[in-house]
């Protein structure tokens, strides 16, 4: 990257104050320093230590998985080995991963800062959600440790409240306190976005990246108490054998679906729509350009969070929801698919008279606008009935949503950490690696779930151990694909850990962005500004024949450059 | 006094800011609090439709004495909860601890009769189980009857956690009257109280009129 | 098995030839915006001479209205032909062949109409419509059809069903779709398409079996029904003849019709729907009756409904 | 401070009052009037609560804007859960029978 930008902008690094000490710096080097912190950038930093964590967990546990599956009649592992193997992969990576992925991390580090704060609403609550988080990872670490849970990330019951023999009181138990570290954060960052933007930071001058982590908040605090409540009735009926959901007592346990669906599927936008935000962000900083569209990439965003609550049932589609239901659900989920097709040509008519460049961040971003593409217009296929009835609950689905959730949120969670880690750490890693490893990814990924698309519409079910022979070529096909992928995302922790030790300082501004957290020094001082900066623009003023210059900030920062 | 400091945290710029920010904030949570709640009466709402007979024989098996005396219990404590966060905007320490701790006595009144009641249902066996003497879909009705009550108790306990605690500490001059965490105790105390009415509502007057 | 996604009914190849219009449909949208996003990286790549003044501002509106407009018209176009296709064959034909299952952890038993019984293997004739009831014995089961492109929740305390008119003989995959436990994943089997003949002179060949009324009739006195569903009881309970397959009017002033999924009901959960005029006395049958038995008991008490008043 | 204290004992002593009503009207046959009157008494509570204690009215359009959303959310669930169950019945058996009704 130093040699990009440098060669892009000869001779106008910019000049850091020495006076204000950096977070990292201020408050000390011990431990205890930061498990006290209230710094909503430090509590990003230990997010990351324990999402990283998770994501390695989780990782794992498919890694085996997919090696059994090499063979159509499994290599290493016993059913209820292999059951719980793929329900561990679910509940961490949904759960301990994904949804506090982007929000809890680059959400808490840069929502203050780009909105011109000092902090967020309560930072005591915010370190505490962090506690709240770690607690619910020592209940799922309980449950893995003591034998694991074979219910699947969807606690289905009546088999996980009555049948099953796993640890699901564990499991559920942590799912459920990880909710209330959610509702927290959520809490918090919407009272934050809306009681401490800085002065003419009006809602429409607000970065996409701001919005699209106040509506993941709304969505957060409107879905996951749902999905607490229906943990806590499953809870009641194991624990205390009261029967919610027995159908012995006339109980439906299609109600279960319906309650953990309706957290669920939101949950799906929870884990998109930040990194939507993120796209946004480093689409227009390397393509130089204004967003195009930028009110009504925000109308979409909102479009989404709140249409997705409305389109639960299309998980239903074959569970003996009623017929009305399902054509309802399916209407209303066609409609949802709007406004992410409207954010795509955005995105993509942003790059229209641009001035391109290709740096680590673009190239993952380009990645998940492909990925997203791919794996949204196979969302069609689902919301359409006929077509869901034979491909649910087959490989067809594991592609669909993996291509969301890996192609799309992993792929701008990387983006983020790419385009964000000189700011935060202060030190710019190694360009080459980085754009290598993003194009390994892509490939990677690719080859993993391209193949379980076709397995998928040739009627492979999802959740099988064992397999008849023909879906053998597939399965193989994946596992090496996985393989690949398994190598690029271990890249990026080798080079951007060697960055810290040895990577060159970053100046404070090396995209030469106009976000106010691009104003501070890198790495930015512990209470973000001296003096609150005057927002007198809107975001993205990068277009060069607009301004008589290259770009034109957000606001003006004191103690910044 | 508008920006004292013993009132204002940061991050926020005044009191009055903050005041909107905390009022704000926990409003935000009770939402969540509203739809968590939400989900449980789904349960009921659901069940009741499929099997109206089973709940009426069920809510007639509930001791209405017990839940009427709550109820009038709770409402109470949220009167007086109210006077504490009048003392609290007057800035009088007294009335602030008095109150906070006279709805923290009510508070537990409220379990204490709960309680009592919980003790008379194991003994009739009215708990999902061997000896459940009504027909298989009143357990439906039980099942929903322990985890709402309980439910609602876990949360009654936390607010008399933090009215006690609150109280002691404004008594104890460690807090300033006018902290912002009074009002967000009360709200949180009269929001609990008013799930606890639709509760009584659903839970303890149906079916009674023994036709 | 024979072939790449073999299909064994004209559903199934309808189903295909939409699956396919889709993917043509999606490949040509990705195709689009992949070509754009490549031709712009490399026309207004950074260094290179483009035009790069601001688009006007009707020319970005009228484009972000056309495009939201397209899309919102392209999808209730495929909405509208998929719940076209979903509710054209939704309701099957009178006079299908009724084919029972259950589920259960981790097997399928099946019950021909004619009393034979499988276990993981369905056998059944083409060229007439074919009637799956099923329901489950512990947890949520799902019966899926690749060869026919079909899939229906097996569920507990509840009835499903499904329907198909096959018309390629053939052994094709028969799988639980929704995990239901440890061997998931061995809960799999044969599903046998015959020609009518063919399924004749199976059927007939399997060790004789009296039918399911026969078997049900017999059930009916041995746990006791009988005692108080007859002219002769002393006891009030409704009569059983006629009432399969009409509507029944309820204590509570509903009507319903005595389908399976009501007498199923009534047997385990008597008090949930009482029917007008009786008091809820009945016992219920919940844990003494396997879902077996009530496939018998329910097929005794249809047949009760074509014989009225003896 | 007296005449806010007054106007929250008026509306606690009210809150009491319709609790009395509500119990009262429990011991009578109203048929499914019964639950539109215990329901609309509890809500009627549960509005006085929270305009008059919690302080709705006199609360920024924002705060209101919460549990106005929160309600919205509310019916959304159950307004889209109970399309399912109220119309389960069309589903039929999928197999038509005559329409007579049966005689006992």
Redesign the interface.
């Known amino acids: 990257m130093s040699e990009t930008v440098s060669a892009?902008e000869p001779g106008k690094a910019p000049e850091e104050s020495e006076q204000c000490e950096s977070y990292l710096e201020a408050g000390g080097h011990t431990l205890m320093s930061w498990l006290t912190t209230t710094d909503h950038k430090r509590i990003g930093i230990l997010y990351a230590i324990a999402i990283t964590f998770f994501f390695f967990i989780a990782g794992i546990a498919i890694g085996l998985v997919r090696l059994e599956l090499m063979s159509p009649r499994g290599l290493f592992l016993s059913?209820?080995e292999y059951?719980r193997l793929f329900s561990l992969h679910g509940i961490v990576m949904v759960w301990f991963f994904l949804v506090p992925s982007i929000p809890a991390t680059f959400g808490n580090f840069f929502l203050?800062l780009m909105i011109g704060?000092?902090?967020?609403?309560?930072?005591r609550l915010n370190l505490l959600s962090w506690y709240v988080y770690l607690l619910a990872a020592g209940f799922a670490c309980y449950a893995i440790v003591a034998g694991g849970v074979?219910?699947?990330w969807?606690f289905?019951t009546?088999?996980s409240s009555?049948?099953?023999n796993g640890n699901v009181l564990a499991a559920a138990a942590g799912v459920f306190v990880a909710g209330f570290s959610s509702?927290a954060t959520?809490?918090?960052f919407?009272?934050t976005t809306?009681?401490?933007r800085a002065p003419g930071m009006t809602w429409f001058r607000l970065p996409l990246f701001v919005w699209a982590i106040y509506a993941t908040s709304v969505v957060i605090?409107?879905?996951?108490?749902?999905l607490?409540?229906?943990l806590?009735?499953i809870i009641?009926?194991r624990l205390?054998?009261?029967?919610?959901f027995n159908?012995?007592?006339?109980?439906?346990?299609?109600?279960f679906q319906?309650?953990f669906w309706?957290y669920s599927h939101p949950a799906v936008y929870i884990m998109i729509l930040p990194a939507m935000g993120v796209i946004s962000e480093v689409f227009t900083c390397f393509?130089?350009r204004h967003i195009?569209?930028y009110a009504?990439m925000i109308y979409a965003i909102l479009g989404i969070a709140v249409i997705g609550?409305?389109v639960?049932?299309h998980h239903m589609f074959?569970?003996?929801?009623?017929?009305?239901?399902?054509?309802?659900?399916?209407?209303l989920s066609?409609?949802v698919?709007?406004p992410s097709?409207?954010k795509?040509?955005?995105w993509?008519?942003t790059?229209?008279?641009?001035?391109?460049?290709?740096e680590a961040p673009m190239v993952y971003a380009?990645g998940f606008?492909?990925l997203f593409?791919?794996g949204g217009?196979?969302g069609?296929?689902l919301?359409?009935?006929?077509?869901d009835?034979?491909v649910?609950?087959?490989y067809f689905v594991v592609a669909h949503f993996h291509y969301i959730m890996v192609g799309g949120s992993v792929s701008a969670f990387f983006a983020a950490l790419h385009f964000w880690w000189p700011k935060i750490t202060g030190k710019l890693y190694s360009e080459a690696w980085a754009r290598f490893a993003a194009v390994i990814m892509f490939l990677g990924f690719n080859s993993t779930f391209l193949p379980q698309y076709i397995m998928g519409?040739?009627?492979m079910?999802?959740?099988?151990?064992?397999?008849?022979p023909?879906f053998q070529a597939y399965h193989v096909l994946s596992s090496m694909g996985a393989l690949v992928l398994l190598t690029a995302y271990m890249l990026p922790l080798v080079y951007l850990t060697w960055s810290l030790f040895h990577g060159k300082k970053a100046p404070a501004n090396p995209w030469r962005a106009t976000g106010l957290e691009w104003q501070t020094p890198s790495p930015p001082p512990e209470?973000n500004f001296e003096e609150?900066p005057r927002v007198d623009t809107l975001p993205y003023e990068y277009?060069?024949?607009?301004q008589g210059g290259p770009f034109r900030p957000q606001g003006k920062v004191i103690g910044g450059k | 006094m508008s920006d004292d400091p013993s009132v204002v945290q940061f991050p926020w710029p005044t009191v009055a800011r903050q005041r909107e920010g905390v009022a704000f904030g926990m409003w935000t949570f009770l939402g969540s609090e509203i739809l968590f709640f939400g989900g449980l009466l789904l349960t009921y709402a659901v069940y009741r439709t499929l099997y109206p007979q089973a709940f009426n024989s069920g809510s007639a098996a509930t001791d209405i004495f017990y839940g009427t005396i709550n109820t009038a219990l709770l409402l109470t404590s949220s009167f007086i909860m109210t006077m504490a966060l009048r003392g609290s905007e007057s800035g009088s320490r007294g009335v602030v601890a008095a109150c906070m701790l006279t709805t923290a006595a009510f508070g537990l009144a409220f379990l204490a009769v709960k309680g009592l009641e919980y003790a008379e249902d194991i003994d009739k066996h009215l708990v999902p189980g061997p000896h459940f003497p009504l027909h298989p879909p009143a357990r439906l009705f039980f099942a929903f009857y322990w985890v709402a009550t309980g439910v609602h108790a876990i949360h009654l306990l936390v607010g008399i956690l933090v009215a006690v605690f609150l109280g002691i500490r404004v008594a104890l001059r460690q807090m300033a009257p006018e902290s912002t965490a009074i009002e967000a105790a009360s709200l949180y105390w009269h929001f609990v109280d008013s799930v606890w009415i639709v509760l009584y509502a659903l839970i303890y007057l149906p079916g009674r009129s023994g036709a | 098995m024979e072939g790449f996604a073999p299909k064994a009914s004209s559903y199934a190849s309808q189903w295909d030839w939409f699956f396919f219009v889709l993917v043509t449909v999606s490949s040509i949208v990705v195709a689009t915006v992949f070509v754009a996003i490549v031709h712009f990286s490399i026309r207004y790549r950074r260094g290179v001479n483009a035009r790069r003044e601001p688009v006007s501002e009707t020319f970005s509106n009228r484009l972000e209205f056309s495009w939201t407009a397209g899309t919102a018209l392209a999808f209730l176009a495929i909405f509208w032909w998929a719940a076209a296709f979903q509710l054209r064959d939704f309701v099957p034909p009178e006079g299908a062949l009724q084919i029972h299952v259950i589920g259960k952890q981790w097997m399928w038993k099946i019950q021909q109409p004619n009393g034979v019984r499988e276990i993981d293997e369905i056998h059944a004739p083409i060229g007439r419509p074919v009637q799956l009831i099923m329901t489950s014995e512990d947890v949520i089961h799902s019966m899926f059809l690749p060869a026919l492109r079909l899939k229906q929740d097996v569920l507990p305390g509840r009835y499903t069903y499904l329907w198909f008119n096959a018309d390629k003989p053939g052994v094709y995959h028969l799988f639980c779709a929704e995990f239901c436990g440890t061997s998931h994943s061995r809960m799999t089997g044969r599903f046998v398409l015959m020609t009518p003949t063919e399924y004749s002179r199976w059927s007939a060949a399997q060790p004789e079996a009296d039918n399911l009324a026969r078997q049900g009739q017999a059930l009916f006195s041995s746990l006791g029904c009988s005692g108080c569903h007859s002219k002769s009881s002393s006891v009030p309970a409704p009569d059983l003849h006629g009432v399969f397959g009409n509507p029944v009017q309820l204590s509570d002033g509903r009507s319903i019709i005595a389908d399976e999924a009501y007498i199923h009901d009534s047997i385990v959960l008597p008090e949930k729907d009482i029917v007008a005029g009786f008091a809820p006395i009945m016992p219920s049958f919940a844990g003494q009756v396997s879902e077996e038995q009530i496939i018998k008991l329910v097929a005794y008490i249809r047949s009760l409904s074509t014989e009225r008043h003896p | 401070m007296t005449w806010g204290v007054l106007r929250h004992a008026g509306v606690w002593i009210l809150l009491l009052l319709l609790l009395g009503a509500t119990a009262a009207s429990s011991s009578f046959d109203l048929g499914e009037n019964g639950a539109v009157l215990r329901l609309g008494i509890a809500g009627l509570q549960v509005l006085l609560i929270w305009l008059l204690f919690m302080d709705l009215l006199g609360s920024s359009s924002l705060v209101r804007l919460c549990a106005i959303s929160a309600f919205l959310w509310i019916l959304l669930l159950f307004g889209l859960t109970f399309s399912d169950y109220f119309t389960r019945g069309w589903n039929g058996t999928s197999t038509r029978y005559p329409a007579r009704t049966a005689t006992w």
Do not use: C
């Open positions: 892009a059913d209820d059951n203050p704060a000092k902090d967020v609403a309560f930072p074979d219910t699947g969807t289905y009546p088999f009555l049948y099953s509702i959520g809490v918090n919407i009272t809306h009681m401490l605090v409107l879905a996951t108490p749902i607490a409540m229906s806590l009735l009641a009926e205390f054998g009261l029967p919610v159908p012995n007592d006339g109980g439906d346990p299609i109600l319906h309650l309706f393509a130089r195009f569209g009504m609550f409305f639960w049932g074959v569970s003996g929801e009623s017929q009305f239901a399902n054509l309802m659900f399916s209407l066609f409609l698919a709007v097709a409207i795509v040509f955005n993509t008519a790059l229209y008279r641009g001035s391109i460049s290709f380009m606008v492909g593409t791919m217009l196979t069609l296929f919301a359409s009935i006929p077509i009835v034979h649910t609950d087959t519409y040739t009627g079910p999802r959740r099988y151990h064992v397999y008849p023909e209470y609150i277009h060069p024949e607009n």
